[in-house]
């Protein structure tokens, strides 16, 4: 059992990889920042939560090059290119240094998010695409290349009982995607849609 994190603090983390984000136009993948960072900004919303170390991804971004991590080609085993598999494990001995942090591989279901949400000492980073994802409005757009999220919390509502999974998501903005929440059903939809890519995400001392 890992330290608890702040969670009135986590709840005002977020940061969005475009709309203006001073970082959108760093070099990344076969773009930039912009249209291609979803896994780097969720992984520093996930470092910032479990840490306090207020970092920005452009901190990331840049801690990440001198350390020698390619940021422009996809993910490697040898943990060398990083692109589309931010929180894999093979990067833990770096990240560990650099950030304090450690992923560890996660079942895709609603009952391991709902563990590790409940904990309060772990986040999860995780990926899906053709399917729904969600905005503060309940308004829903589709991803058909991919996205990640930073899930962080879990609730039951106090009136319905209706269990609610809370993310992070990077792509449009604090306003409309910071501390979305889904729920059992359309957490599962999402989590089907795509068969990998799902980490749970501590602090290590």
């Known amino acids: 059992m890992g330290k608890k994190f702040d969670k009135k603090r986590a709840a005002d983390i977020y940061f969005c990889q475009r ?3 001073p ?25 910032d939560i479990l840490t ?23 993910v490697t085993k040898d943990g060398k290119h990083v692109c589309g598999g931010d929180a894999q494990p093979q ?24 563990e590790v949400l409940k904990s309060g000492d772990r986040v999860i980073w995780a990926s899906s695409r053709n399917t729904d994802f969600y905005s503060n409005d309940r308004s829903v757009r589709n991803s058909h ?5 930073c899930f962080w919390d879990w609730y039951a509502d106090s009136d319905s009982g209706e269990e609610r999974f809370i ?3 990077p792509g449009e903005g604090r ?4 501390n979305v929440y889904y729920t059992v059903p359309q ?16 602090a290590v001392d």
Not at 28 to 47: E, F, K, Q, R
Not at 175 to 178: A, H, I
Not at 187 to 202: F, G, M, S, T
């Open 19 to 21: 709309h203006g984000a």
């Open 167 to 169: 993310a992070k998501d």
């Open 91 to 114: 990067f833990n001995p770096v990240y560990e240094k650099l950030f304090g942090i450690r992923s560890e591989p996660l079942e895709r279901s609603t009952d391991a998010f709902r």
């Open 175 to 178: 306003e409309m995607c910071n």
């Open 52 to 74: 306090g170390q207020e970092l920005t991804p452009a901190d990331v971004y840049k801690i990440r090059a001198v350390a020698g991590i390619d940021q422009l080609h996809m």
């Open 23 to 47: 970082w959108e136009s760093y070099p990344y993948w076969d773009g930039c920042m912009d249209y291609n960072a979803c896994g780097l900004v969720s992984l520093t919303m996930a470092i």
């Open 145 to 149: 290349t991919g996205h990640v999220l």
């Open 187 to 202: 957490l599962e939809k999402w989590l089907a849609a795509n068969p990998w890519q799902q980490y749970a995400i501590r």
